[in-house]
């Protein structure tokens, strides 16, 4: 079974704190993914990675950044929280190639955090 | 950019009904998913799909891939309390190397 665990289920920042948010992934999976998901607005790609140190922007990747130095392990970073930033947040991973050789598209997701930004 | 809509938005159905939602796209998709998310948990993946025409099933869930490669089907037979969450379609277009997620659809079942 594919496990995917996130650092922690809650999580409540004060404005301009910097905030790291971890994801661990354990079945070798090449690419790695945030999300975060709110009511109305389904699920944002914020960046995601496909090799170790590599990193792509998704479509809202102001005011994050990422971090994959091993490759089991991807981090988000909030720089300086703001309120808007209070969401769920989601890991996922996903195989490179699919099954028939194609680009990986089975992307399994770990529990999620809840940041709450005051 | 591409969207997937996604319908029923939402869906308020009798125990012991079948269900039936869909995904749609204006292009070609080469996969697609069906996941599951339960209130508070991040989603799990039902079904995966890479075949047009393809026809999978998940114990009582079943889900198709459109022979036009531009929709999906997800059904759910004789549905029970635990089916209640928010069900996403997910799909890869054949242009792009991104997975796009549709809106979802929030079951509810009147026990």
């Known amino acids: 079974d594919v496990k995917v665990t996130q650092s922690s289920r809650y999580l409540v920042k004060r404005t301009g704190e910097k905030v790291f948010l971890e994801c661990v992934q354990d079945m070798d999976h090449e690419n790695m993914f945030w999300y975060r998901q709110d009511p109305g607005l389904g699920l944002r790609l914020i960046y995601f990675s496909y090799d170790v140190k590599m990193k792509e922007k998704g479509d809202i990747p102001e005011g994050y950044s990422v971090s994959r130095e091993k490759k089991e392990r991807f981090s988000l970073i909030l720089e300086s929280a703001s309120t808007n930033q209070t969401s769920m947040y989601l890991c996922a991973s996903s195989l490179l190639l699919g099954p028939r050789g194609g680009p990986g598209g089975e992307q399994y997701f770990g529990p999620g955090t809840r940041l709450t930004v005051t | 950019g591409q969207q997937l809509n996604q319908s029923p938005q939402s869906m308020f159905i009798q125990e012991g009904e079948d269900v039936s939602m869909n995904c749609t796209s204006s292009?070609?998709?080469?996969?697609w998913l069906w996941y599951k998310q339960d209130p508070g948990e991040g989603p799990v993946l039902l079904i995966a799909?890479?075949?047009?025409?393809e026809l999978t099933s998940n114990g009582r869930l079943t889900a198709q891939f459109g022979i036009t490669r531009k929709d999906s089907f997800l059904n759910i037979s004789a549905s029970i309390p635990s089916d209640v969450g928010i069900y996403f379609c997910a799909g890869r277009p054949s242009s792009a190397s991104k997975i796009i997620f549709g809106s979802g659809t929030r079951l509810s079942i009147r026990p």
């Open positions: 799909l890479y075949k047009a025409g």
């Open positions: 292009s070609i998709f080469n996969t």
